[in-house]
């Protein structure tokens, strides 16, 4: 029984920072930005634009009447949370109008709940035929002004339909994760900002990657050769591409080094000017891939998901025939290239408005129209 992702889409929010500004701003070499981390814009989220309104302004163009009516499960994968008790995923039901008996929960792991939440939604499904899972990767990352992350924040939301028989990609039965107990980069629920040891994250990451690939290659016998393409959870794109390179070594023809390297850039292309969205990052550079490569119908993605603690996780899935006509491409491009860019000092205006929830609606709500939803006002904890 075919189970995958029938449709997708994303919001990233209207504004964003250049890293020649930024660099500029904290007196560093571009290059380090640019080349060191891979980095070319960052996104950069109004206080109206939260976790909630995000993940709707994602989902909202996909949905039909009758996704509405299949949908018994909606889940929002976050890192970003705004309340221990109450679900994202709630409000956004309601928001969506989706059926009332549907279940509605939150899942965190860092980055990489959003994979759980895909293989949650794939188990689901294999008992339920013809109902569909909603998953919403929605997150922002922010690690404060002239932070060493500073150059790695970034905001958005993924939004995922699975289904049976999918129009994008078929989910193989070849998943793998590997939990390892480290201490790189973690939210504690008392601080504003990420506690992160920045060199630790990066060791862990590429050891994460390394031990799943090694057992998913023994599990499944596959090689890189069996694979079109390898898309990443992309905190910034340097990442990704070092952790690659560690198992495209000698052993392995150039030809298809080069090959699957310029998947790689094509799979980044839209993170670079994003920046890191947390658990929706490898999804967006799924899409990034799924817009500027052209795949033939089954050949295989190799999916690596990662969430700092540490959860890593290595799944693959089957291209589906015509795959590409389920992609809203013109809407994908308009989003990200009619953006506004910020100067440094209204980024950090928007940043300092953020941490004190001040809205300005004159200066937030710019022409976006991909924003049908926002952030009005909290009121006695209420959001509106
Ligand atoms: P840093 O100390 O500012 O930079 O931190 P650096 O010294 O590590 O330099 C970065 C790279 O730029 C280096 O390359 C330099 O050589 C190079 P590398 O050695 O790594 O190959 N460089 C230059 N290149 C060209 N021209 C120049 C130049 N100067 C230097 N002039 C760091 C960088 C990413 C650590 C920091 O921004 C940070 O802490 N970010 C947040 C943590 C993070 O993103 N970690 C990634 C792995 S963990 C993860 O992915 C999980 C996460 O998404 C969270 C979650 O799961 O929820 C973060």
């Known amino acids: ?10 919001y990233i929010p209207n504004f964003y920072v250049s890293m020649d500004d930024l660099a500029k701003a904290r007196e ?8 060191g981390i891979g980095q070319t814009k960052m996104a950069v989220n109004p206080v109206s634009q939260d976790i909630i309104s995000m993940g709707i302004n994602a989902a909202q163009d996909i949905l039909s009447e009758q996704d509405k009516k299949d949908i018994n ?14 679900a994202a995923s709630v409000e956004i039901h309601n928001q969506l109008n989706i059926q009332p008996f ?7 792991e860092a980055c990489y709940s959003a994979t759980a939440a895909i293989q949650l939604a794939k188990d689901f499904l294999s008992n339920n035929p013809g109902k569909k899972v909603l998953v919403i990767a929605s997150d922002i990352a922010r690690y404060g002004l002239n932070s060493g992350g500073e150059p790695t924040q970034g905001a958005g939301a993924v939004a995922l339909l699975l289904s049976h028989n999918p129009r994008i990609l078929e989910l193989n039965d070849d998943s793998v994760a590997y939990t390892n107990n480290v201490y790189d980069f973690w939210r504690p629920t008392s601080e504003k900002y990420p506690v992160v040891d920045g060199a630790l994250s990066k060791d862990a990451y590429i050891e994460s990657f390394n031990t799943v690939w090694n057992e998913y290659s023994k599990r499944t016998g596959y090689t890189v050769n ?26 392995v023809e150039d030809s298809i080094k080069n090959r699957l390297m310029d998947a790689y850039q094509e799979s980044v292309l839209w993170n670079r000017d994003v920046g890191n969205i947390y658990t929706g990052s490898l999804y967006l550079s799924l899409i990034s891939l799924l817009q500027n490569h052209t795949f033939q119908p089954e050949e295989k993605v190799c999916l690596f998901s990662y969430g700092s ?27 990200l290239e009619s953006r506004e860019q910020l100067s440094v000092e209204e980024y950090e ?35 509106t």
Request: proline share 2%; hydrophobic share 40%; with cysteine.
């Open 102 to 108: 549907a279940r509605c929960i939150e899942m965190k």
């Open 226 to 251: 069996d694979f079109e393409s390898f898309c990443f959870h992309v905190p910034f794109t340097k990442m990704g591409e070092k952790a690659f390179k560690t198992i495209l070594n000698e052993n």
């Open 349 to 383: 205006t928007f940043f300092n408005r953020f941490d004190n929830q001040e809205f300005d609606f004159e200066r937030e709500l710019t022409q976006d129209p991909y924003s049908k939803v926002y952030l009005y006002s909290i009121e006695d904890h209420i959001r």
């Open 28 to 35: 560093v070499d571009p290059n380090k930005f640019k080349i």
């Open 309 to 335: 603690g540490a959860v890593g996780e290595i799944f693959s899935g089957s291209i589906v025939k015509g795959y590409d006509k389920a992609l809203d491409k013109e809407k994908h491009l308009n989003m």
């Open 73 to 86: 499960m909606v889940i929002v994968a976050t890192e970003s949370g705004i309340d221990h008790s109450k």
């Open 1 to 10: 029984m075919a189970i995958g992702i029938d449709k997708l889409d994303f």
